[in-house]
């Protein structure tokens, strides 16, 4: 598309014509050359808003003979343009007769060409030649002379002959009188620009560079350009023949530059949101706010203005992002090199960025908020409204803002804060059907019941919170009971799982859960945690030796107050209860009695429930109570528990079961033998004590340790439903963003009543809805360790999404209901996704998939999957 230079000044007036047409070429903006009247018959009542410009020629000698003199010495077709006070109506072609033209911003014109149904539109920049005989480029230099007159300079060192020898022709007032409508506002921007210029004491007569597309100027259209309807039928068929094809602009694509797909996805949505197109293909560069302290020196607008109108050629040569990616990568060195980022988070600094950088609001006042204080919710958020317009004042505001009812409540006092907040963008929750099995197997912390392995189920990405909530209900937690639920490897326990916000997908399928039932009044005390090793008699190296193994789950109990040997011993012995075998159970190698039944020999010795009749021997060296080849012949079954065979059995059973063990919080380093008479154990007692207990030969056969050596694993992620994809509907997302929720540990809110932070209750509500709302569906989440994607299927509508019954404000608004226009999706997980865009495209009547610089059409059924990332809609 032919492409006009803004305030681009020459280094000196000796500029050679090929530097002058590579300055204009490069200039963001895009204006045509076209016949008044044919302009004004194809945009009927829009043709109003045009600047008339009344040429005559510059002041030359009187006389003939000096006239070709100084024509030969200044080639240069040199006018005067002043302007006149008058506007273009509807279909006036200019006062007085003559020939008239109209200078329009190449958008407007291929828009006003799709309006007429022509099916035609504008040439690319780069392909003047041999698009048709009537169209070519012309490079214009215009200084100002006065505040409403200014010099048009057509030098044949910027033109080629045969488009300087046109121009002629068409600016030739010796004939007729010439009048120039400018619509593009080109104009009044270089009048602006040099007054500013005048003010900071530069020179006068500097030059600007203007570049023109000049279409349906052929010698034979200009002589009629003045004559009968008939005739000027004939120059409107000539210059849409000039045009070509009008469905091919806007569908560019972008080349990658190494992982830059995320911005070409980014890029293709907002530059097909149809406000911005029209906004960054008009004269945009006079909104620009280069002292915004908040903004990027408007260099990034600048960028995005240009890459856009790239993009809204018929050319269908991709384009490659350089500059604009040198841009986002000085002012957001986040996006810098070549890592795949999110397209969101581009997303959302590109809307602030513009935002900004074309802020017209030049000083912010400063209006503190106030409470609403019972007010009427209207009368309040008109308040905070009238207030972010203030210092708020551009076309993304206009376009992308809204505002939604933001109400916290106070737990304990009831007391309520609401505010109105503006938002750019919606960022949804994806609610999740698919459930992940979970095992856990359950302590008791007392001793009053044994361990027991559940399986629940979780949602797949759901909390720790929904597992506690899942796993009380399966063990039937008392109400004066809590959960504690860890992570157990290597025999010891190695994570407290203890925040509720964290996500079940840091464990992974093998990791191995163990929980514990806690009375609540002890679930902030201290905690004595139990590792224990055995000997394991199938582990024997030459059947003779056995070998020590370590149990694989923990016990865990309450501290008492006084922590000494014989607390420790007593805590332990009423952990083990549940695992003790029962009277007349079969050890693993019992003694069977005449009757064939197994022999109890604990028949007579007072229960666990009796006083502790066990004497634990906790001696100085735990290998030293290895028993002499005869006791070994001797102790078969329970009856070794007892010292049966040695001729000291008078002085009373020699017990020989447990010895206890401090050790650190690491679980390495030399441990510390307890004394079981020691009253004094602890200085200080820790937040968890750790004591490894060692099981001596012949305490094993007394308990059932199955539980204890077998801790099942977590078990493996699955579809609840085999075969059924996961999905939800788009207003299941909404809903799941606007319902009430407490706020997380770390946003906890300040009360004003109970004076202190509280974690209050938020409630979201839609108030205000703006013209474009983009719609944000998380399916990422990150931790310090993970990073997952949501595979959900969102089925949102392409067509009619209705909002009116999530908007708070009753009150008459604008329409509630939107149509889908665009969509960025990510294809893949987190570490090798690839983004592409899918964008409805208006002259084209259809979809188009973007995939970098690949542009393809593709059918409206097939743009809904579950890559779906950033929704934008457009209110119908």
Request: proline share 5%.
């Amino acid at each position: 598309m032919a492409t006009a230079a803004t305030a681009s000044h020459p280094a000196s007036a000796s500029t050679s014509g090929r530097d002058a047409l590579a300055a204009a070429s490069s200039s963001p903006a895009a204006v045509c050359l076209v016949p008044f009247r044919w302009w004004a018959r194809v945009r009927e009542e829009e043709a109003a808003g045009g600047v008339r410009y009344a040429a005559t020629a510059a002041a030359s000698p009187s006389y003939y003979g000096l006239r070709l003199l100084h024509s030969f010495l200044h080639p240069d077709l040199v006018l005067r343009l002043e302007r006149g006070d008058g506007r273009a109506g509807g279909g006036g072609g200019g006062s007085g007769g003559g020939r008239s033209y109209a200078l329009v911003p190449a958008d407007e014109l291929s828009r006003a060409l799709a309006r007429q149904n022509s099916g035609f539109g504008l040439q690319n920049k780069h392909s003047f030649a041999g698009d048709s005989a009537g169209a070519y480029p012309l490079v214009l230099r215009i200084s100002v002379r006065e505040t409403s007159i200014l010099n048009l300079r057509i030098s044949k060192k910027d033109n080629p002959v045969e488009n300087y020898k046109r121009a002629n022709k068409i600016f030739n007032i010796d004939s007729q009188p010439v009048h120039v409508w400018d619509f593009s506002g080109q104009t009044n921007l270089i009048l602006m620009n040099e007054w500013n210029r005048l003010h900071d004491c530069c020179h006068a007569d500097q030059e600007n560079l203007l570049e023109v597309q000049v279409y349906a100027m052929s010698d034979s259209l200009t002589s009629k350009i003045g004559g009968t309807n008939k005739e000027n039928s004939g120059d409107v068929n000539d210059l849409d023949r000039s045009f070509g094809r009008y469905g091919s602009a806007g569908l560019i694509g972008l080349e990658n530059l190494g992982n830059t797909c995320f911005m070409n996805s980014s890029i293709q949505c907002l530059a097909h949101t149809p406000k911005l197109v029209e906004y960054f293909l008009g004269d945009y560069t006079r909104n620009i706010n280069q002292t915004n302290p908040l903004g990027l020196n408007g260099e990034l607008a600048l960028a995005f203005g240009e890459l856009s109108r790239s993009l809204w050629t018929t050319d269908r040569k991709p384009v490659a992002p350089h500059r604009f990616k040198e841009k986002i990568a000085c002012f957001a060195p986040q996006f810098s090199g070549f890592n795949q980022h999110d397209s969101q988070e581009l997303l959302a600094f590109l809307l602030d960025g513009l935002h900004e950088d074309l802020n017209q609001v030049k000083c912010k006042p400063y209006e503190e908020a106030k409470d609403a204080s019972g007010r009427p919710d209207e009368e309040v958020a008109d308040e905070y409204w009238s207030n972010h317009l203030a210092r708020n004042d551009s076309v993304i505001v206009d376009t992308c803002h809204g505002q939604y009812k933001s109400t916290l409540t106070c737990p304990t006092c009831s007391k309520k804060s609401v505010t109105f907040d503006p938002f750019m963008y919606l960022s949804l929750p994806v609610p999740s059907t698919a459930k992940r099995t979970m095992t856990v197997t359950v302590f008791s912390t007392d001793g009053s019941r044994e361990p027991c392995s559940y399986d629940v189920n979780v949602p797949k990405f759901g909390t720790l919170s929904d597992l506690v909530q899942a796993l009380s209900i399966a063990c039937l937690l008392g109400d004066e009971e809590v959960l504690l639920v860890t992570e157990v490897y290597n025999n010891c326990i190695i994570r407290y799982l203890e925040e509720p916000s964290d996500s079940v997908s840091l464990l992974r399928d093998g990791d191995k859960l163990a929980a514990y039932r806690l009375p609540k009044k002890y679930e902030k005390s201290p905690l004595v945690v139990f590792t224990h090793q055995h000997f394991d008699e199938h582990s024997s190296i030459d059947n003779v030796t056995t070998q020590k193994k370590e149990f694989e789950a923990p016990l865990l109990a309450a501290l008492p107050e006084t922590v000494n040997g014989l607390s420790v011993q007593d805590i332990y012995l009423k952990l083990l209860n549940p695992f003790r075998l029962s009277k007349g159970a079969s050890s693993p190698s019992g003694t069977a009695g005449s009757n064939g039944d197994p022999v109890d020999l604990m028949d007579g010795i007072p229960s666990d429930s009796d006083s502790n009749f066990q004497n634990i021997q906790l001696e100085d060296d735990p290998e030293s109570n290895n028993c002499s080849t005869n006791e070994c012949e001797i102790r078969k079954g329970p009856s070794e528990l007892y010292d049966m065979g040695t001729a000291d059995s008078d002085k009373g059973a020699n017990l020989k079961e447990f010895e206890f063990y401090l050790k650190n919080d690491r679980g390495d380093g030399q441990q510390q033998k307890i004394d079981i008479n020691e009253v004094d154990l602890l200085e200080t007692v820790p937040s968890r004590l750790h004591v490894n207990v060692h099981w001596q030969q012949n305490a094993s056969r007394q308990y059932d340790t199955s539980m204890l050596n077998n801790l099942p694993e977590i078990h493996k992620l699955e579809l609840i439903s085999k075969g059924t994809e996961d999905s939800v509907a788009l207003h299941g997302c909404l809903e799941a963003f606007l319902k009430e929720e407490p706020l997380g540990p770390e946003d906890m809110w300040y009360c004003p009543c109970c004076k202190k932070h509280q974690q209050a209750m938020k409630k979201l509500d839609l108030w205000r809805l703006p013209e474009v709302l983009v719609i944000h569906l998380k399916r990422f989440s990150y931790t310090q360790f993970t990073r997952n994607k949501l595979e959900t299927f969102v089925d949102f509508p392409t067509t009619d999404l209705d909002l009116s019954s999530y908007i708070a404000d009753k009150s008459e608004q604008p329409s509630s209901h939107y149509r889908l226009y665009a969509i960025s999706n990510h294809y893949g997980n987190m570490g090798g996704g690839h983004y592409t865009a899918s964008i409805y495209h208006e002259e084209g009547k259809g979809w188009y998939k973007f995939d970098d610089d690949c542009v393809t059409p593709m059918s409206e059924d097939s743009i809904k999957t579950s890559a779906a990332y950033v929704l934008f809609y457009r209110r119908e």
